[in-house]
């Protein structure tokens, strides 16, 4: 078996002190990026490959022996005075982020885009400055707002499918998948003409992808989807009566004491489950998005490229879909009704507003 080669090999062949290599090869910019494409290709050339043992040894052993920190970047691009309600979980995922990355040695420095004057070129210096070599991009206000940065020097990761430009690597909960176990647990406990009150905002920042896994769902359901700006309650109610349904997916808690206060019997009579509970305990049943470990992987994946002096725009992103889990609260019933025959009538979607 050849033996390994180092990064003594690589100095060695281009007359480069090992330090230089090291450094170079975690995509430190403090080396030129001339030399650093050099060491690249003459790693490549010789099939140099790290040593994962190693390198975890000398990460313990940097974090043991010095108080320094490394800085990551986390971006909003919005000013502080934005609601952030309309993000539900989102303290969830920078307490995930942060825990994540303190484990690893770094320090999380936030930023906040169009606050203070502080535009995308001044954002870019101020990275430069202090040298901070990667960022997370965190969910936008409006899906698709571009994002100008200099990509080059960056590794980036993005959380969620807000930000279309550029195509960053994704961290983000499993919609699609979030929606249908939902449904699996509906229909298991004999629900059977189900409604989604969907936020269009919401909606467009999942990318559709609940919307579509409710309509794809093809288990003997009766499902009708209402998109809305602005849910209003007797336009709900007048809703929820045409199509006599005997359960409801929704945002919030809003919609169950609209249904109590119109003398519905929940859960008997009607279910409510809410499709991103807002913490992990609520009075709602519905589904949990696990936001912590959204934040914990983006910082794991972003910590992976700076690792491996990945920079600049990838050719194929990768996207990493976290599960989310079911929790019982008070308004699903916890076991079947009375079964009884019924046909699949079919999939609309209207307008509440």
Not at 207 to 218: G, I, K, N
Not at 285 to 300: K, M, P, Q
Request: hydrophobic fraction near 40%; charged fraction near 30%.
């Amino acid at each position: 078996m050849a033996p390994r080669r180092t990064q003594r090999d690589i100095a060695e062949r281009l007359g480069l002190h090992v330090t230089t290599v090291s450094k170079a090869l975690r995509g430190d910019e403090r080396i030129a990026q001339a030399t650093r494409e050099r060491i690249r290709r003459e790693a490549e050339n010789i099939g140099y490959v790290p040593d994962p043992a190693l390198s975890s040894l000398i990460a313990y052993r940097q974090r043991k022996s010095t108080a320094y920190r490394a800085s990551i970047g986390w971006i909003f691009n919005h000013d502080r005075q934005t609601d952030m309600s309309i993000f539900p979980g989102y303290a969830d995922i920078l307490r995930g982020a942060r825990e994540r990355a303190r484990r690893l040695g770094y320090a999380v420095d936030e930023f906040w885009l169009h606050e203070d004057g502080l535009s995308e070129k001044r954002l870019a210096a101020i990275l430069d400055t202090r040298h901070i070599a990667g960022v997370v991009i965190a969910p936008q206000m409006r899906r698709g707002t571009p994002l100008h940065l200099p990509w080059h020097r960056l590794a980036a990761v993005s959380i969620g499918h807000t930000l279309l430009e550029p195509e960053l690597p994704v961290v983000a909960t499993d919609h699609f998948r979030a929606m249908t176990s939902l449904l699996d647990t509906l229909r298991k406990r004999d629900y059977r003409r189900i409604g989604l009150a969907l936020w269009r905002e919401d909606n467009e920042r999942m990318d559709r992808r609940a919307q579509s896994a409710f309509l794809a769902y093809s288990e003997g359901l009766d499902v009708t989807v209402a998109l809305y700006e602005q849910l209003e309650r007797e336009r709900f109610l007048d809703w929820v009566n045409k199509h006599e349904l005997d359960a409801v997916v929704v945002r919030d808690a809003t919609p169950l004491d609209w249904l109590t206060q119109a003398g519905y019997r929940v859960p008997e009579q009607i279910g409510v489950a809410a499709y991103t509970l807002p913490g992990e305990h609520a009075r709602l049943s519905g589904i949990y998005h696990n936001h912590a470990r959204v934040g914990e992987l983006a910082v794991d994946r972003l910590a992976q490229m700076l690792q491996f002096g990945e920079r600049g725009l990838p050719e194929c992103p990768d996207r990493l879909l976290v599960s989310a889990s079911w929790r019982e609260g008070g308004t699903v019933r916890l076991s079947p009704a009375m079964t009884h025959p019924y046909d699949n009538k079919g999939r609309f979607t209207e307008e509440l507003g």
